[in-house]
């Protein structure tokens, strides 16, 4: 097994590289309304194919932000606020939609935008009233990143490059801002977003993608280490969709091509239809190419997106300098796993290419991979071979508590791989990427 990976991982070809992976497991999406109709503040839960599945009751008031949990077992939601209500955080069972509790709640009159978790397993949370950056724990515990001040209305993610926060703001001059996780550091990557509803990050290419809430069918791309926008007007489908974008992920289960999966709202867009839709980002300039599902116009909108476990590779510190390292494929249980590490990021001449699946595994392989999968780097990295268990899970631990301070800031890329010898290549999955960097030591 470890041959077999140590082949794959380290061979790069010229084929046509295409994000093609498993069919997605599902999507959730978030549902605001302001008309009041019983899907307000609900969380839908769609299959692979787009059929609704459940719906989870999140809260009593509008869903704004959807992600995966630290574990990637459960969905953490968010709702806004009233003036004399209080939002909070929920924890939704993905499978039954069942309201698991209430892990934080908010002042009164805060208005709770997106959520994404970092690598040591705590929430970030973009809060607009106090145009503040917010952490909480696995425990629950509220605690202040960064005070913004430029109202960050739009989406939070984690960026692949740095691990830190990427975090949308809706004040002139509309900025896209690199927020590092201590708060240390703000930075402005990209202005003149134009109501940036939604982000998403093209591994591949290392661009940005940021919806315009305000006007129907626009999106912005900000190229990899640049700072001006390329502005991308699509046209509608045949059934009049979508509206405005107000949510965005990037779907590494794209079967044919590298894809945005866009929540989209019809409140500003009357004529157009909301729902789930996929962006084609593959060419030269994105397209909307599908429709996964719509929602009731004049009742409800859908306002944010996540997929069903799609962070196959997560992280959790559980003490100063290490790290569970958790890997979850619930369609390869039983099946061997690598968990391939590199230094060098995920992009480069060191990415292995399939042929026969015309797949990318993102990681640029160095001297640190091919260490790892020859002789192995225990006692700082292990059961990073193995086999999943059989609800398709496995914990690796990465232990670098030895190292001196010196050590902070440096970053290891993270990748996994489940091995079938009937799969193209004898690879069955390869997962997106994941960066822990080194901190606390």
């Known amino acids: 097994m470890t041959r077999l990976a140590t082949v794959a991982l380290a061979t790069a070809l010229t084929a046509t590289t295409v994000f093609a992976q498993n069919h997605p497991n599902g999507y959730a999406g978030g549902v605001i309304n302001f008309s009041k109709a019983p899907t307000e503040g609900s969380v839908l839960i769609y299959d692979g194919a787009g059929n609704l599945v459940t719906s989870a009751a999140a809260g009593v008031n509008n869903t704004h932000g959807v992600c995966m949990d630290h574990n990637n077992r459960l969905l953490v939601a968010t709702d806004l606020s009233s003036s004399n209500s209080a939002p909070s955080i929920h924890i939704i069972d993905p499978t ?15 208005w709770l935008r997106d959520i994404t978790v970092g690598q040591n397993g705590n929430y970030y949370v973009n809060e607009t009233t106090r145009d503040t950056v917010f952490r909480v ?36 001059p509309d900025p896209l801002q690199l927020v590092a996780r201590d708060g240390s550091t703000v930075t402005t990557i990209a202005t003149s977003l134009d109501s940036r509803f939604g982000i998403a990050q093209d591994i591949p290419t290392g661009d940005i993608y940021s919806g315009s809430g305000d006007t129907p069918l626009r999106v912005f791309q900000v190229p990899y280490q640049q700072t001006s926008p390329n502005l991308i007007q699509m046209s509608t489908l045949a059934n009049g969709g979508p509206g405005s974008t107000y949510s965005m992920r990037a779907d590494r289960a794209s079967p044919l091509f590298r894809q945005v999966i866009v929540g989209s709202c019809w409140t500003l867009c009357p004529n157009l239809i909301g729902g789930l839709y996929t962006m084609d980002v593959s060419g030269l300039t994105p397209v909307i190419t599908g429709v996964i599902s719509t929602v009731v116009t004049g009742q409800s909108d859908l306002y944010e997106v996540e997929l ?21 494929i619930p369609e390869d249980a039983n099946k061997p796993y690598v968990l391939a590490v590199s230094a060098s990021g995920v992009r480069g001449r060191g990415v292995a290419r399939f042929p026969q699946s ?20 225990a006692p700082f990295l292990v059961n990073d071979k193995g086999t999943l268990d059989g609800n398709g899970e496995a914990i690796a631990k990465l232990d670098m508590s030895l190292f001196g301070p010196s050590a902070n800031g440096i970053r290891l890329w993270f ?5 079938d010898a009937n799969a193209p290549d004898g690879i069955a999955t390869i997962t997106d990427p994941h960066v822990i960097k080194l901190e606390g030591l």
Request: proline share 2%; hydrophobic share 40%; net charge negative.
């Open 308 to 328: 069903l476990y799609r962070r196959n590779v997560h992280s959790n510190l559980t003490a100063r300098g290490q790290w569970d390292i958790g890997i979850k």
């Open 358 to 377: 015309a797949r990318t595994a993102w990681l640029n392989t160095d001297s640190v991979t091919f260490l790892a999968l020859r002789t192995g780097l």
């Open 96 to 110: 039954t939609g069942a309201n698991l509790g209430t892990l934080a709640t908010f002042q009164p009159g805060d």
């Open 137 to 172: 724990d696995t425990l629950g515990n509220i605690s202040t990143v960064a005070v913004l001040g430029n109202n960050p209305w739009g989406g939070i993610d984690i960026d692949i490059d740095s691990g830190d926060l990427l975090v949308q703001s809706g004040a002139t």
């Open 415 to 419: 990748l996994a791989v489940t091995i």
